[in-house]
Nanobody, 120 residues
Framework: QVQLVESGGGLVQPGGSMRLSCTAS????????MDWYRQAPGKERELVAR???????NYADSVKGRFTISGDNALNTVYLQMNSLKSEDTAVYYC??????????????WGQGTQVTVSS
């Protein structure tokens, strides 16, 4: 079973930067896309950024120009670089991997989440 472990959350001041990491492990698999989601208190979980195995990326309008998703070729480790952080970026951030095992069974796996708090 694919497991995702996130790291890098914490407290940062408005205008600051933070980098989140997500590492996948567990078995033989390939990842087709790795996503970063976030969920703020009282709000629905929203997609923040997505990276495909071919290198393409998508971003939510609210983070375009401020956040950058990157990763190794296999997407086993993916980063979310967050710059010019705002208070509204405060949320629990989750990574999510979409892929398949070598037996072609597909999977969607979620990390445990990491808290990002933007506050002075």
């Amino acid at each position: 079973q694919v497991q995702l472990v996130e790291s890098g959350g914490g407290l940062v001041q408005p205008g600051g930067s933070m980098r989140l990491s997500c590492t996948a492990s567990g078995g033989m698999f390939s990842i087709n896309a790795m996503d970063w989601y976030r969920q703020a208190p009282g709000k629905e979980r929203e997609l923040v950024a997505r990276m495909f195995s071919h290198g393409g990326t998508n971003y939510a309008d609210s983070v375009k120009g401020r956040f950058t998703i990157s990763g190794d070729n296999a997407l086993n480790t993916v980063y979310l670089q967050m710059n010019s952080l705002k208070s509204e970026d405060t949320a629990v951030y989750y990574c999510c991997a979409v892929g398949a095992y070598t037996n072609f069974k597909s999977f969607i796996s979620w990390g445990q989440g990491t808290q990002v708090t933007v506050s002075s």
